[in-house]
């Protein structure tokens, strides 16, 4: 359900038109949802990019601080990590 509006009475409207139709109609339309939904944010698309991301950090040239110890907060130990 998707009401391009912040004004209560829209959101009202809205509700009670979809209230108002058969139940059929309402799984056909979350269906026809979800496909758009699943078309636009593949978990695997985004899961890659922030692969990506990690990446491109880790492989990043660090400089070292002035007194010479690089200190991570969190320490990298406390990072959970997990495969898709």
């Not at 690089?70 to 406390?78: D, H, I, N, R």
Request: with cysteine; proline share 7%.
């Amino acid at each position: 359900m998707v009401v391009d509006s912040d004004l209560p009475d829209d959101w009202a409207n809205r509700i009670r038109e979809l209230s108002e139709q058969k139940s059929e109609e309402r799984h056909a339309n979350a269906m026809k949802l979800r496909e758009q939904y699943e078309k636009k944010y593949s978990w695997k698309k985004e899961c890659e990019k922030l692969e990506q991301i990690i990446l491109e950090l880790v492989q990043r040239p660090q400089k070292a601080p002035p007194d010479g110890h690089l200190t991570l907060s969190p320490p990298v130990a406390s990072y959970r990590f997990y495969s898709v």
